[in-house]
């Protein structure tokens, strides 16, 4: 595994830091407090080229590998404290994008990607429904053919970005007597007839990530954005969900190592019983693990950008990395708000709202549940 | 040993929770719940250490691991293109 980052990798990690700096952490608290989603910033983020990292230029992006992209999302997640925006931003590369580059015919690409990339439309994913979570290929939302259409029934919840998207990515079965491989991927948008969406649905923490349901009541969707071929879904979806394991978690590095850098330098100005508060081992051995945790996590997910790179999956290991990762970070805030006493509770000091983010962590593409179940299949239990 | 008898062999050791479990050739894996949405993935892992192919995402479908007989005919054609 090869970990020596070229100067230009780390150039655009240095400059994805500045720009979050400069460009997207204004009013924070107030936009989680109101739960406020900005199109602006979401537009800077792609002029700066987030939205584009790993596709080609003909589509608007920058063509960069897999370790380049999770370094500039690194870079991204310590510069910028609204984790709601780069959930959301990631939620829309992982889970839209990505799969319309693997698998989208080239009008279907030359249609979306470009405008995708830059910022010009939003898009969502919808797989999970009220009645399937974790069982996600249970789903019951159903497709069928009828001349040059598709005709879609169903609901869909927990969909993110969906109160602002343009175009959606939605998981329909054709042919429910084939079980999980009747599931089909559609590319639908929002002026289809018979889509809507239903309202925000209020949530514990990225709350500048704006989620709802979506409705499909005889939805007609033209034959041409079906995405793959029939019965190609689950593919189409795992395919996905391993792109958001193992990108989405680094941003989290970057915001590891930014609450990391904050817990020090308090702990050195912190003064208690006439001594800096880092000078106690109750505090230090937290630091400690907060920095063990940041060195472990990175390990993994670079193994995890090692492995796509080299073939393309990485079952396993995206599941660990999930696992891992999103634990390692809700402890890491909980240590954080502990080693800042009744400051780390308040809104101020920004380390609550870390910790509201991050429990959402241990849920979203797969809990962590899922993840020691896919883990322990894949090990032959 | 014939491809298709070491495809049963697999499913019966690697994929299968009844290691004793008799699979006709022509029998529904997915209807029967033998072949889920996890079993596929190590399938498909399966089906590359075993025979040296690359299995395309887009090649996940119920034409090529609907039964036995599907997966022999699918493994055939890839290994005619190697």
Known sequence: ?381 | MAIIDDLEDCIRKEISTDKNIDIEKDEDLIGLGIIDSLAIMKLVDCLERMYGIKVLDEEIVPENFQTLNSIDEYVKSKLSKK
């Open chain 1, 1 to 381: 595994m090869e970990l020596e980052f070229s100067e230009e990798q780390l150039e655009l990690k240095k400059g994805a830091v500045g720009f979050a700096q400069k460009e997207l952490n204004e009013k924070v608290i107030q936009r989680d407090k109101d739960a406020v989603f900005s199109r602006e910033l979401w537009r800077k983020c792609a002029e700066f080229g987030i939205q584009g990292l790993p596709f080609p230029e003909e589509f608007g992006g920058s063509g960069v590998d897999i370790l380049t992209t999770m370094l500039a999302m690194e870079g991204l997640g310590y510069g910028c404290k609204d984790s709601g925006l780069l959930f959301a931003i990631n939620g829309q590369m992982w889970t839209v994008q990505m799969p319309i580059f693997t698998f989208g015919s080239d009008d279907q690409k030359n249609t979306y990607l470009p405008k995708l990339c830059s910022g010009e439309m939003i898009g969502a994913h919808g797989m999970t429904e009220p009645e399937s979570g974790s069982d996600a290929f249970s789903l019951q939302t159903s497709a069928k053919l009828d001349g040059d259409h598709y005709i879609l029934n169903g609901t869909k919840t927990f969909s993110t970005n969906a109160p602002v998207a343009d175009v959606f990515i939605i998981f329909a079965n054709v042919a429910p007597q084939n079980g999980f491989m009747g599931i089909t991927a559609f590319i639908v948008e929002k002026k289809f007839p018979g889509f809507s969406v239903g309202k925000e649905i209020s949530k514990m923490g990225l709350k500048t990530a704006p989620m709802a349901e979506l409705f499909l009541e005889d939805c007609k969707v033209p034959v041409a954005n079906r995405l793959g071929r029939e019965g190609n879904g689950v593919a189409i979806f795992d395919n996905a969900i391993e792109w958001e394991r193992s990108c989405i978690l680094a941003t989290l590095l970057g915001a590891m190592e930014r609450q990391l850098e904050t817990c020090i330098r308090y702990a050195n100005e912190r003064r208690q019983f006439n001594q800096s508060i880092g000078k106690f081992q109750s505090i230090s051995n937290k630091i400690v693990d907060m920095k063990v945790r940041l060195e472990t996590s990175k390990l993994i997910l670079y193994k995890v950008g090692c492995l796509k790179k080299a073939h393309g999956k990485a079952t396993m290991d995206a599941a660990i990395a999930k696992l891992y990762l999103s634990e390692a970070w809700v402890k890491s805030c909980l240590d954080a708000i502990q080693i800042h006493g009744g400051y780390g509770y308040t809104t101020e000091f920004e380390l609550e709202r870390d910790l509201r983010d991050s429990v959402a962590s241990t849920l979203y593409s797969g809990t962590s549940e899922i993840q020691r179940n896919i883990i322990a299949r894949l090990l032959g239990l």
